[in-house]
């Protein structure tokens, strides 16, 4: 089991800046990959950006520009760092983790609100 531990979220003013963090723990040893979703209300979860554990990254379009990821290896925590903040942003953020062997592991979310 993998457990993931985020942080992060809260309430900021348009054009503001956020950062969230994941941190994994428990059977960590084969991560390959691991992300973040967002899910707004009456909205599907969608991707907004994922790294592996070479450093590739990818993003939606939407946050491209906007949202930069990274991840430290030695503590198995991943950063989602948010700038430009918008309204459409506003959503639950969840964190994922994607082994070799037990696939995807889900953080509990965390809530980020982008309003004046």
């Known amino acids: 089991q993998v457990q993931l531990v985020e942080s992060g979220g809260g309430l900021v003013q348009p054009g503001g800046s956020l950062r969230l963090s994941c941190a994994a723990s428990?059977?960590?040893?084969?991560?390959?990959?691991m992300g973040w979703y967002r899910q707004a209300p009456e909205k599907q979860r969608e991707l907004v950006a994922g790294?592996?554990?070479?450093?590739?990254?990818n993003y939606a379009d939407s946050v491209k520009g906007r949202f930069t990821i990274s991840r430290d290896n030695a503590k198995m925590t991943v950063y989602l760092q948010m700038n430009s903040l918008k309204p459409e942003d506003t959503a639950v953020y969840y964190c994922?983790?994607?082994?070799?062997?037990?696939?995807?592991?889900w953080g509990q979310g965390t809530q980020v609100t982008v309003s004046s």
């Open positions: 994922h983790a994607d082994r070799v062997v037990g696939g995807r592991s």
């Open positions: 428990g059977s960590i040893f084969n991560i390959y990959a």
């Open positions: 790294i592996t554990s070479g450093g590739s990254t």
